[in-house]
């Protein structure tokens, strides 16, 4: 541990200030993002990191479809490591072990504290603040930190393939691609560890056991060819975000949040509930409280394991944008012409993102309200993903490494967020065991302002890691 420590604070934590200054908005957010540059800036950093601290026989390459964004592949030959007191060595294990991560980011977001900034790396009270650095550009260096670590330690590995993608952030459609056209080199992994998930908190080893899957689109509605004086036309024409008001309460209940159609529900396994339990016993009020509410405001429940479940297992829509409505200084007397909502709908691990689309499209398009023109065009449907039964040994190996740098036993717990890696992977390789895992705890606040990577954590996080991988090799 204090040679990844010695490690991340030298060279990882110095790269990452680089990566932080770097705009690399994924594709949705940046449509000139190949023109602009700032994606290639951000995989070249990554890529002339990784060859100056290379493995020996490791091969990198940052492969590039065309009309595509990239992807940094790099592959490391199994590691028979030393036994036995004489350091005598052995056969190199079977299997492939694959580690995931991303170098794209969300967009700046409004609301960063003075001194703090999207693209403005700071690091204080051992948290390095700025976009990217948690979520996900950590990756690449942990998991690189973490194969050296094991070889500085003689302890064996299988063969280790790392796949760093660039379009995660936009619900990952490039990805496919890139696993067609390397599935030869990646093989059949026997372990995929995914570095882009979240903590419960900062005291100990966490699991992910499923993501929620997401429909994004926009919802437009339209009452007039253009606006008029609002004092002549209201109580005439209907405001059209009325009317999108209306819309939105046939998807969930306004006083509750609750989604009504069945179509975007699902039952939650047993096993789930239970995992619920321990976790909010464990978390307490933090399940509620690493959220920077207004003061006096009070959260969906007080059940702190039904919070849990509320945003691992339930369905959740929100407004995540908006196009039609001037800012309140510019806002004259004028009945809008339309309204635009971009809607944000997670759905349960377990429900189909494309069925759960073309079914949101049919409830907000159907009968519109005053006859006014309606339309919902889904942008992204992605499927969740639901973790297949974990192994005994992945489940010892985890808890024991969450025990020896943690001093505490490893959680397991759902996670609110959609990775669309997961479940293409858990599709395609039903075999695998995951551990899906990360450093976004409470207030990390990835998407958001203030974004930060608690380097604490990020350092054990390799670590264990490291051990996990060990682990598998003897499995």
Known sequence: MTSIATFWDSSIVPTLVDYIRIPAKSPHFDRDWAKNGHIDRAVT????????????SMQLEVVRLPGRTPVLLIEVPAYAGTTGAAGRTGSPPQGTVLLYGHLDKQPEMTG???????????????RLYGRGGADDGYAVFAAVAALRELKASKRAHARIVTLI??????????????????????????LVVGLDSGCGNYEQLWGTTSLRGLVNGVLTVEV???????????????????????????????????????AFRAPIPAQRKEQARRAAKVLGKEVHARFPMMRGMKPMGTKLDELVLNRTWRPALSVIGAEGLPAPASAGNVLRPKTELALSLRIPPTVDGKRAAKRLKAILEAKPPYGARVRFQASAAATGWHAPATAAWLERAVDEASKRHWGKPAMWMGEGGTILFMAMLGE????????????????ANAHGPNEFLHIGYAKKLTAAVADVIAAQATA
């Open 224 to 262: 007039l060819a253009e606006g008029v004086h609002s004092g002549d036309a209201s109580g005439v024409v209907p405001s059209s975000f009325r009317i999108a008001r209306e819309l939105l309460g046939r998807v969930d209940r306004a006083a509750t949040g609750i989604v009504r159609d069945k």
């Open 165 to 190: 993608e660039t379009c995660e952030e936009s619900s990952g459609y490039d990805l496919p691609a890139y696993l067609d056209a390397l599935a030869q080199r990646i093989g059949a992994p026997d």
């Open 112 to 126: 960063w504290a003075e001194g703090l900034g999207p693209w403005i790396p700071v690091v204080r009270d051992g």
């Open 45 to 56: 950093l990554a890529a002339d990191w990784c060859r100056r601290h290379a493995l020996d």
């Open 428 to 443: 395609k390789f039903p075999q695998a065991q995951f551990l899906i895992t990360g450093v976004l705890g409470p207030h």
